[in-house]
């Protein structure tokens, strides 16, 4: 997940300049997951600890529910020549 390589290397930046993420910036934006990274770091004060976890977990749910959908997808393409004749 290209959110938890963004997390990664803010903790990297905190970690050289010994201040939080919010602490740094007057301005956290993102689209997409980076929209949510924004919010958690700059509205919520979250950590990016907490940002990991929360792309992780997100991440498990988000996987299995492609996987289902894929599967039910492929089921539905054999069946159609099926349902159609």
Do not use: W
């Not at 300049?17 to 934006?29: Q, S």
């Not at 770091?41 to 529910?65: F, P, Q, R, S, W």
């Amino acid at each position: 997940m290209k959110g938890l390589a963004t997390v990664q290397m803010l903790k990297e930046i905190e970690k050289g300049t010994g201040k939080r993420i919010h602490e740094l910036f007057d301005l956290i934006c993102g689209t997409s997951t980076g929209g949510m990274l924004a919010v958690s770091l700059g509205m919520k004060l979250m950590t990016l600890e907490e940002c990991e976890d929360i792309y992780k977990n997100l991440g498990e749910h988000v996987a299995l529910k492609c996987h289902i959908l894929f599967f039910n997808f492929m089921d539905l393409l054999y069946a159609l020549p099926f349902l159609i004749s």
